[in-house]
């Protein structure tokens, strides 16, 4: 989506807002995608590797619901001056 920004503010439910790298929010989503419990979400479901699916949410996304009550991941590309 903004593969030419170096830095992202993630949004976890119940932590504080956090900015990262985009290697480092890749690291969380994979990390995310390797203990998920259960079935990916539909869009996911193509991929076998949790690193392509990481580089798809990255790339085309700014959120993914951790399903049920735990809310939802949220990362947005941000300019920092």
Same mark, same amino acid.
């Given at each position: 989506?903004?593969? #030419? #920004?170096?830095?992202? %503010? @993630? @949004? %976890?439910?119940? %932590?504080? #807002? %956090?900015?990262?790298?985009p290697e480092e929010l890749l690291a969380k989503l994979e990390d995310t995608l390797k203990n998920w419990d259960g079935p990916w979400p539909q869009d996911l479901q193509k991929f076998t590797d949790?690193?392509?699916?990481a580089n798809f949410l990255m790339g085309s996304v700014c959120e993914l619901d951790l399903g049920g009550t735990l809310g939802t991941l949220q990362w947005y590309s941000v300019r920092l001056d």
């Open positions: 989506m903004y593969e #030419e #920004e170096s830095t992202y %503010v @993630l @949004l %976890v439910p119940g %932590v504080d #807002e %956090v900015f990262v790298t949790p690193s392509a699916a």
